[in-house]
């Protein structure tokens, strides 16, 4: 694709955005780009753009007419009426995985889901290199694609995870290997509709031709039903043991097909979900030339992910787990189930459109309380009733400070919030360094006092 002298907008300027700005002008572009905020607010935009010569403005309806290509960060929405004007002056609309996808060099593993999709990636490339087979990982995680090209082969596989944001926006990007963990509801302040989203994702097997691999979960409905009309062909995984042709999990062992991989208790993640994420990485693996005995051994190697389950710290036999990447209610719940009880949950955040009834249940079950925090708190608190005590702490490290003061041995303190974190962190990421922050200042405290 020649974008030479083309002139181009880029509107976003996060990591993806600042990534398609530097393969723009590298390609010759006369770029320019935009943003809600004010230049000064975006971390390391201002000497970016200035050592590379590109003009910013502030976004409005009138910036975006009169370009030849409009280049949108996964946070930009599509249907704001600034990208309208941009459509009807001409401008044809992409987004950032798109950009890149016309210069990335290798096949490609695309990864989507609800709910384990970065744990699925990280450990699919983790499988891969372990095997001996070239990859490099990034996407949602990681390097934004417009900046894994440099260091992209034609004999190396590209691991991209890929939220719904980035597929909504996909024309010709093809993966040669399709994975679903799951759809649930999530994003819906963004989607407006569970129908709307569900299709953004199934933009990842739409674009896909004959000799793809599309791997899916049998047990998700939605996941289910993205086999409908595709060119791919279907590679299934079930914890139910519904993919006799496939990957499944049989009395506590995973097999493909007839083939043993390994006993479900030697991976070294916690909770259920964890067998989905092991078996749809590993049939992405497998597809991608990793031999099963490989992929045994590296699956036991798994560090894990951080901000996912992630363990912490124990002091005083109560230990401590970040789950800042749980950003949805389904997310909540596969945490929770990842414990027996004595839980000191702490929930809240920014809203997205969820509906929190169904973690009254479980709360009810397992949680010593639920410690609320951030814009939704009210809500949640509405929505779960009296299934578990309410404490309305405000912020994370009052929650932090609140249930170190109150568990006892062998209680767990979980941080997996059920909402995004943009109303108090700049991401889940900084939400969860600053949980474990805070819970060393807790574990300093407690070593001062013996």
């Known amino acids: 694709m020649d974008l030479a002298g083309l002139k181009v907008l880029v509107a976003g300027l996060g990591k993806s955005g600042l990534a398609a700005i530097e393969l723009l002008v590298e390609k010759g572009a006369h770029t ?246 092991v078996m749809a990485a590993a049939a992405a693996a497998h597809l991608g030339g990793a031999r099963l005995e490989g992929i045994r051994a590296a699956v036991r190697s798994f560090p894990g992910v951080e901000h996912r389950i992630e363990f912490v710290r124990e002091t005083g036999g109560v230990a401590y787990y970040n789950d800042s990447k749980a950003t949805n209610v389904d997310a909540t719940l596969k945490a929770i189930a990842a414990f027996d009880g004595g839980l000191w949950i702490i929930l809240g955040g920014k809203d997205k459109g969820s509906d929190y009834r169904p973690l009254a249940r479980p709360l009810k079950e397992k949680a010593r309380a639920a410690l609320l925090i951030g814009a939704a708190a009210e809500k949640i608190a509405a929505e779960i009733g009296d299934a578990a005590p309410v404490v309305s702490c405000g912020t994370l490290e009052r929650a932090v400070e609140y249930a170190a003061e109150r568990a006892t041995a062998g209680d767990t303190v979980l941080l997996a919030p059920a909402c995004a974190s943009f109303d108090q962190f700049e991401n889940y990421e900084h939400r969860g360094r600053m949980f474990k922050t805070f819970v060393a200042k807790i574990v300093e405290t407690n070593r001062r006092e013996r």
């Open 32 to 277: 320019q780009g935009t943003d809600s905020r004010a230049i000064e607010q975006i971390p390391g935009a201002g000497p970016l753009l200035e050592r590379l010569g590109v003009e910013f403005s502030a976004q409005s309806v009138e910036l975006f007419r009169g370009f030849d290509l409009i280049v949108l960060s996964p946070g930009v929405p599509v249907d704001l009426p600034e990208i309208e004007a941009g459509r009807k002056s001409g401008a044809k609309v992409i987004g950032e995985v798109e950009l890149a996808s016309w210069f990335l060099r290798g096949p490609v593993i695309g990864i989507t889901g609800s709910n384990g999709k970065t744990t699925t990636t990280a450990l699919t490339g983790h499988l891969l290199k372990e095997c001996g087979i070239a990859c490099q990982v990034g996407g949602n995680i990681g390097l934004a694609p417009a900046g894994m090209i440099g260091s992209s082969r034609a004999d190396q596989w590209n691991v991209l995870e890929l939220s719904s944001f980035q597929l909504e926006t996909i024309e010709k990007f093809r993966a040669a290997i399709g994975v679903c963990v799951n759809v649930t509801p999530d994003h819906l302040d963004r989607h407006h509709t569970i129908a709307a989203y569900a299709a953004a994702k199934r933009r990842l097997f739409e674009t896909q031709q004959a000799g793809d691999w599309a791997v899916l979960n049998a047990d998700d409905a939605t996941a289910k039903g993205y086999v409908a009309g595709i060119a791919s062909t279907p590679v299934w995984f079930s914890v139910e043991g519904r993919a006799e042709a496939g990957w499944r999990l049989e009395k506590g062992h995973i097999y493909r097909d007839r083939e043993l991989l390994m006993p479900a208790s030697e991976i070294p993640l916690r909770g259920r979900h964890n067998i989905e994420n």
